[in-house]
């Protein structure tokens, strides 16, 4: 069996307020090391909150969230910060490259911030996955003067420089047109199985999600389907994807009985 590198046990996610907010409930996930999941599901259903927490950007409130083997549960913001700058990679829908760096600085940032100064095969590093993901040749240009596309290569160029053993893509296509956004998840796709990287990736678009190797669809907070492509193929894939029964899911309770209703005739007048 796989090892898994991410693991969460009956998590929780609670927002407080005169309100309170329940936004997941008790979620169990397993995810091996070099594998592919697209997280789907509608607006609202806690598929980013999911990926907050997966990514260390937000606190459960209840559970556990185990990391390639540890409990991340009494780690502080400083150790929650350098687990995410060494060990994870991201890649957003709106690339958030900084305008006054060219592309091959944008790309070292992560390294500078936890490392410092890069040195010369960490450059080496940076162009050779510029080259890898073909944008080499705006290297020295700066992301206003390259399209979203090639924006978009850039940034996951900039999610692989520190090696990362988990990269985790919120909306990678989502603002992008249909042929670059195809182009987009067939590279992180290139990407996952050449560096072996586990890739955990969030859309609501469900041709998008076909792509992945695995898919967990998340609905009213609650994980509606979880399942391995490969596994049931991809027509049953689409029909349970299809399945409005989840819908409701939070909902799930017995139908309360209702009296049958007695027919009665009405007199002629």
Same mark, same amino acid.
């Given at each position: ?22 936004a997941l409930y008790d979620m169990n996930i397993d ?64 690339? *958030?490259?900084?305008?006054? $760096?060219?592309?091959? /600085?944008n790309i070292l940032i992560p390294y500078w911030i936890?490392? !410092?100064? &890069? ?45 990362p053993a988990i990269v985790f893509a919120d909306e ?49 907070? *609650?994980?509606?389907?979880? $399942?391995?492509?490969? /596994? ?9 994807? !299809?399945? &409005? ?25």
């Amino acid at each position: 069996m796989v090892k898994p590198i991410l693991s969460t046990q009956n998590l929780n996610k609670v927002y407080p307020g005169a309100l309170e907010f329940h936004a997941l409930y008790d979620m169990n996930i397993d995810i091996p090391v070099g594998q592919f999941v697209a997280v789907i599901g509608p607006s609202g259903s806690g598929k980013s909150t999911l990926i907050n927490i997966l990514s260390l950007l937000d606190r459960l409130s209840t559970g556990e969230l185990i990391i390639d083997g540890e409990s991340t549960s009494k780690w502080d913001e400083d150790q929650l910060a350098h687990f995410r700058n060494n060990k994870m990679g991201f890649v957003f829908q709106f690339h *958030h490259l900084l305008p006054e $760096f060219t592309c091959l /600085e944008n790309i070292l940032i992560p390294y500078w911030i936890s490392q !410092g100064k &890069p040195p010369p095969d960490i450059i080496d590093r940076a162009k050779q996955l510029l080259k890898t993901l073909n944008v080499d040749v705006v290297a020295n240009n700066y992301p206003s003067q390259i399209s979203g596309g090639q924006q978009q290569r850039v940034s996951i160029a900039r999610s692989l420089i520190n090696q990362p053993a988990i990269v985790f893509a919120d909306e990678p296509t989502g603002n992008l047109d249909q042929a670059s956004g195809a182009a987009v998840v067939e590279l992180l796709r290139s990407m996952n199985a050449q560096f072996k990287t586990t890739l955990v990736m969030v859309t609501h678009d469900r041709e998008i999600a076909l792509k992945a190797d695995r898919i967990i669809e998340v609905v009213d907070g *609650h994980i509606c389907h979880d $399942f391995l492509i490969k /596994e049931i193929g991809e027509t049953k894939a689409r029909e349970q994807l !299809g399945d &409005p029964s989840c819908s409701n899911v939070a909902k799930k309770e017995p139908k309360k009985k209702t009296k049958n209703k007695v027919k009665t005739k009405t007199k002629r007048s």
